[in-house]
């Protein structure tokens, strides 16, 4: 992180000093603020569930004629994202949508790995080492067809290990396997382009992009809990890309497989693929019995904190999510300039990160629509909660004064500069993974604002 740019952001209070801002607020904030408290708000939600249940659970209005322009905000799945933020009318500045425009230049594996490699050149040529050093989280990585010729220069040079292929705008785990010989790849490539049309048939056919992937280094080393892989899923609350303002949330989880991780088996999915969506296919192979003993499951991020902590010591842990945060924001500020900016999105991103045997965290992917279909009643629990989290730090109500550092589940991470955590000044402000008393936290916040319901109107 930019120490010149590092500006000290909260001075909190001393009871609960990461919430609020030390003192009263500036008066003119408290009366800007009060004056124009938005009561009634209206929603736009057609597609995902839990979001939805929040919505309605915060008493807010659904708008469903679809040219009712009325909405302050419109939860859209990116499919409608051109028709949220270029419909008939043009948007007033307060109306938020749940995307920004390009979000495909963090979600798609090729770009993010282009933006990272980019960024980490202009941070190379400004000697800025420890920042450009974020820049190599993801795993080496070759974008097909366009370098497989580099893909096999590599391929010979390091002999005998492990890739992993993926479609890069995949998701689910959908398209993705393992090969060690180069044999494999050029088989898997040569039935992949014979759905091609043959290069004589251009003038009659039309062509067909050829579908890009990423070959990425396996990582053959993952930190294992009982002899089983595992990655994170960490949330992360974009409100602004200009300037570039992060939240992020306390809790996630990690997704652990359902088998004893080991490089015999490459073909085994479930065992080198940790996505809820194939451990849970397992799960319904198996039989009563099995699926009892059997550990595909989410671990919450607190208790492997806590578990790491026991084994590694706290210093080591700290470093950990200090290096998960910094990866977090060099992937952002990646983007920065490439991103659209606009004052009416937001975005929850779903980062996939893994950890391996030397707890290092190598980012895999970025997700712009992280499921938040819950698997079982604590996953919904976690959704539920995070939604409505996201939507007190957005504020459509404009109850908070613009200087709190946490609300609920989320801290603010980045402010145009870092974030320092009040009670230890000399600590970022990075609470992942750590307890999330997140009811304690907004009751006192709303006494703090002299409110009785929201922020938190659904708990
Ligand atoms: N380079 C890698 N090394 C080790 N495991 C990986 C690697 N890339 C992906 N995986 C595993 O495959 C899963 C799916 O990969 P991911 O990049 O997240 O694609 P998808 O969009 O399909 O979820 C990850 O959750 C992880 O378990
Ligand atoms: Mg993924």
């Known amino acids: 992180m ?9 001075t909190e209070t001393s009871a609960q000093p990461d919430e609020m801002s030390k003192g009263s607020p500036p008066t003119a904030i408290c009366k800007k603020t009060r004056n124009s408290r938005k009561s009634k708000i209206k929603f736009r939600c057609d597609y995902s569930p839990t979001p939805l249940k929040v919505l309605q659970a915060r008493g807010w209005t659904r708008v469903q004629e679809p040219k009712d322009n009325s909405w302050d905000i419109w939860w859209c799945d990116t499919s409608e994202l051109k028709l949220a933020l270029d419909g008939p009318v043009k948007l007033e500045a307060n109306q938020r949508v749940s995307h920004f425009r390009n979000h495909c230049e963090l979600t798609r594996k090729n770009y993010l790995y282009r933006n990272l490699r980019r960024y980490r050149r202009l941070l190379v040529k400004a000697n800025k080492s420890r920042e450009a050093e974020l820049c190599n989280a993801m795993p080496m ?8 010729r580099m893909l096999v220069e590599e391929h010979r040079r390091c002999q005998g290990t492990t890739w992993i292929v993926k479609p890069a705008g995949g998701s689910q785990g959908r398209g993705i396997f393992l090969f060690q010989r180069l044999k494999d790849l050029t088989e898997w490539r ?52 200009q300037p570039l303002k992060v939240w992020l949330a306390r809790e996630g989880f990690a997704r652990l497989s359902s088998e004893q ?29 099995e699926r009892v003993q059997s550990l595909g499951r989410k671990l919450p991020l607190n208790w492997l904190r806590s578990h790491l902590t026991a084994r590694h010591g706290r210093e080591l842990v700290q470093r950990l999510l200090r290096n998960i945060a910094g990866i977090i924001m060099a992937s952002l500020q990646s983007v920065q300039s490439v991103i659209i900016p606009s004052k009416n999105s937001f975005e929850l991103y779903g980062y996939d990160v893994l950890l391996d045997a030397n707890l290092r965290p190598w980012l895999l992917e970025i997700n712009a629509s992280p499921s938040l279909n819950a698997t079982d009643p604590d996953d919904f629990r976690l959704k539920f909660d995070l939604i409505d989290d996201l939507l007190s730090v957005l504020d459509l109500e404009r109850l908070l004064t613009g200087r709190e550092t946490r609300v609920g589940g989320f801290d603010l991470l980045w402010d145009d500069a870092p974030v320092w955590s009040a009670d230890q000044p000399r600590e970022l402000n990075i609470f992942l993974g750590a307890d999330n008393d997140r009811a304690d936290q907004l009751k006192r916040l709303r006494e703090r604002l002299g409110v009785t319901k929201v922020p938190g109107g659904g708990g």
């Open 141 to 148: 990585s070759f974008e097909l067809p366009a370098e497989y």
């Open 261 to 289: 991780f080991s490089l015999e088996r490459i073909d085994e999915r479930r065992v080198h693929l940790t996505n809820m969506s194939i451990q849970l296919k397992t799960e319904a192979r198996k039989s009563e019995g």
């Open 190 to 241: 040569t039935k992949e382009c014979v759905m091609m049309p043959d290069a004589s048939d251009l003038d009659t056919v039309p062509a067909v992009p050829v579908a890009t992937y990423v070959v990425q280094k396996y990582i053959d080393n993952p930190y294992l809990l009982e002899g089983r892989k595992f990655d994170l899923r960490i949330y992360v609350l974009v409100t602004s890309f």
């Open 2 to 10: 930019d120490k010149r740019k590092q500006k000290k952001k909260c």
